[in-house]
């Protein structure tokens, strides 16, 4: 017996628009592993168009901040010894650790921008909670431990929190649950 999870949006004078929580759910690690091959990967002819641009544009801006936060991640590793004398090894400790949890969120992001191909609706619902959590986890990073390398607002977390609201559009939904 399974029961379906459904919530609708009312509008007034228009049919209710319902969306449901994904029958499946990754039930290992492989699941993260896209099914298509690397050279495929931007081939999106089979996509309508809100997802289609919804896939490229969180494909460039996971990219690009993977590629701006691994020299981060580097150049932090060569000032640990320093951060360690100047404020303490318990701050230069927990800094180490919140630059290891982004790259973990930003690797984890790749693993899921590259499903959305594959129309599973769980990876909508994961890239949604994985962007609240970067969201909240830049946050706490900014207020906590800043740093020179924080340039203001994360510009790619609004980009791709735009990109996610693509995903969640009629269109978007009628594509994920196969309608």
Known sequence: MSTQHTFSVDRPGLPPRSYRLPPSWPHSVGDFVP???????????????????AYVGMLAMTLLTLVFLVPGFLIYLTGLHTISQVAGLVPGLVGLVVIMVSLVLGILQVALVLKIPERREWVRFLLTI???VSVLEALLRSWAYPSVLA?????????????????????SNRWFVGR
């Open 151 to 171: 340039m203001g607002m994360r510009w790619d977390l609004v980009i791709i929190a735009a990109m996610v609201a693509l995903l969640w559009l009629p269109s």
């Open 130 to 132: 994985l962007l609240a």
């Open 35 to 53: 099914r298509r091959a690397l050279h495929a990967v931007l081939r999106v002819d089979h996509m309508p168009l809100v997802p289609r641009i």
